[in-house]
């Protein structure tokens, strides 16, 4: 699996792996599973989307679809890191976790995990299909829009 050429096809890039803002490390593999800690829409070490969706300053349904989107290339810049490019391992991405700073009256959070969800299918093909939680939550760090986090099955 060619993942740096896959996503070049598809009009990305796969980005450095981020280092850790807090006290955590970015991933863990432990009995086949690799664990990925929260991926913020950063880019150029910016957010590309902060506030809540919902709300008056916050991003549009489509801006945070894209940042959903930049946190799986996030993701998979870990999962490059973690796997030190040997791709073949991966047997599939399991799940999903999408946290979308939202107002309570702000209902399609399973809209803005589309993003990422529908980027991991493009670029991971069969590989990259995966059981799915979408949850509102009043804050992200940094002020993100949008954070994910994901488990994932290894050889």
């Known amino acids: ?5 896959k996503l070049a096809e598809l009009g990305y890039e796969l980005p450095p792996a981020a280092a850790p803002v807090a006290s955590y490390v970015p991933y ?3 009995n086949g599973q690799l664990f990925l800690s929260g991926a913020l829409p950063m880019k150029d070490g910016k957010l590309t989307a902060t506030g809540a969706l919902g709300t ?5 349904l489509e801006e ?6 930049q946190c799986a290339l996030n993701a998979l810049a870990q999962i490059d890191a973690a796997l030190k490019g040997d791709w073949s391992r991966l047997v599939r991405i399991v799940r999903l976790g999408v946290f979308v700073a939202s107002d309570t009256s702000f209902t399609d959070q399973h809209k803005v995990a589309n993003g ?3 980027l991991f299918g493009e670029v991971l093909g069969p590989h990259g299909i995966h059981a799915r939680s979408a949850v509102g939550v009043p804050s992200l760090p940094l002020g993100a829009a949008v954070e994910m986090d994901l488990v994932a099955a290894l050889d």
């Open 1 to 5: 699996m060619d993942i740096k050429a």
């Open 28 to 30: 863990v593999e432990s």
């Open 56 to 60: 008056p300053d916050g991003p549009t």
């Open 64 to 69: 945070a679809q894209a940042a959903a989107a």
């Open 116 to 118: 990422a969800s529908n």
